[in-house]
Structures are given as C-alpha cells and as structure tokens.
C-alpha cells in the first residue's frame, strides 16, 4: 500500500498535517465554506431526525387501514385508531374525518378546513429545507470568490517579483486558491444530495396524504333525520381537498 501511495505524496504534501492546513492555506473564503460545511451536516442529521420522528418510513399502513375502516362504514373505529398515532398522515386524515362529521360545515368548508391542516403539515415537514437549500446555492459560489481572490493575490505577488518573478510561486499560488473551489463544491455537492432526497420524500408522504383525503371525501356522510349534507347529482365531479393547497 505504501509503494502505491508513495507517488502521491508530493501532491498533497502541503494538507497532509490535516484540515487546518487546508483552513490556513485557503484563506478567509474557506473559513466561511468550513462553517456551511458543519451547517449543512447539522440540518441534514436534524432533517433526518425529525423525518423519523415524524414517521416517513413507517406508520403509512396504520393510516391507511384507518381509511379503510371509514370506507367501509366505521368512522368511530376509524377515528379510535388514528387519535393513537401522531404522523403527518394520520394528523390530516383525523382532521379530514373530523371536518367531514362536522354538522356545521358543509363540504366546501370540510374542504376548506381539511387543506388548512395539509398546508400546516406540509410546511412542517419543508422546515430546514430552505436553509440546505441556500448553502447549496452560495458554498460554490464562496469557493469561485477564493478562488478569484487568490488569483489575484498571486499575480500581484508576480508583479511585485518583476524579473525576479518565480513561476514556482505562481502555480503555489494558483493550486492555493482552487482550493476554495473545491472546498466549495465539497460542501455543496453532498448537501444537494440530501436536499433532493428530503424532498422526495417529502413528496411522496404529500402524495400519500392527497391520497387518504381524497379516499376520505368520496364516502358521504349520512346526517341523522336529514339527507346527506354533501350530496350531489348523478355524475359530479368530486373535487380533490388539496386542489387549492
């Protein structure tokens, strides 16, 4: 293993003390780049901790086994059973059998109500996301300004050589300063993975949530005495509760 990395040493013998080499080297730019760099890693395991807590990999089944107990004429069994679970999912499915028994709301205010809970779930879980969203954006953009800002260092430092103008210290110069750039794209490459997994699966539990109040809006609801609040003629359209959301 040493005879193959022998060669290489060369290369990175100047960071090979460690991180803070690479601090000294790089720069203000990369002081910056290292403090998103521990940001990103702190909203990616607090995202990910929340996701869990909010069951994004587990509690579907129970959810949609409530839906089918309402399907199937037993809201109250229903109800019992989401009140015990405490996800996304199951939040707004109790919400929407709630707003649907409500005497006092037709179905355009159980819709109403129903999507007012979907926004309030959803924004919820898109919390952080914005913040990972924005060191993805600026973390290349701070390694390009290093980088920039190098350059300029070492040709000035060029100038002032005059004839005495080493092009050793131009090239030390010019790696110094790309590696902000890289830092840069260091950072920001593993924290848009992250973004874009969050928000797919984040996507999926919004499907997943569309889905029970929709299944939720197509049972009617008898009204003791009197005739279903929401029904319609032969052949209306049913209106899905997060049209609007």
């Known amino acids: 293993m040493d005879g193959i990395l022998n060669p290489l040493l ?50 579907g089944r129970h959810t949609a086994a409530a839906v089918e107990q309402w399907m199937s004429g037993d809201p109250d069994l229903a109800l019992a059973d989401l009140a015990r679970r405490r996800n996304p999912r199951a939040r ?20 109403a109500e129903t999507r007012r809970v979907a926004r309030d779930e959803l924004a919820r879980l898109r919390s952080g996301l914005r913040a990972l969203e924005l060191i993805c954006t600026i973390a290349p953009l701070l390694g390009l300004l290093g ?27 010019i790696w110094e300063a790309l590696l ?18 969050f928000e797919s699966v984040i996507d999926r539990l919004r499907h997943e949530m569309e889905d029970a109040a929709t299944r939720i809006f197509l049972r009617p609801v008898p009204v003791a005495g009197a005739a279903p609040r929401d029904a319609r003629p032969a052949g209306a359209r049913t209106a899905k509760p997060f049209a609007a959301a």
């Open 92 to 111: 707004l499915a109790r919400a929407a059998m709630a707003a649907r028994r409500d005497p006092t709301l037709d179905r355009q205010g159980a819709e």
């Open 147 to 173: 980088t920039v800002l190098g350059m300029i260092a070492a040709f000035r430092a060029l100038q002032e050589a005059g004839a005495r103008a080493d092009p050793a210290l131009l090239a030390g110069g």
């Open 10 to 59: 060369p290369l990175f013998g100047p960071i090979s003390g460690g991180g803070f080499d690479l601090i000294r080297l790089g720069g203000p730019a990369i002081w910056a780049i290292a403090l998103l760099a521990v940001l990103a890693l702190a909203l990616i395991l607090w995202k990910t901790w929340r996701l869990l807590l909010a069951g994004a990999w587990t509690g």
């Open 180 to 197: 902000t750039t890289a830092a840069g794209m260091a950072v920001a490459i593993p924290a848009s993975v992250g973004l874009t997994w």
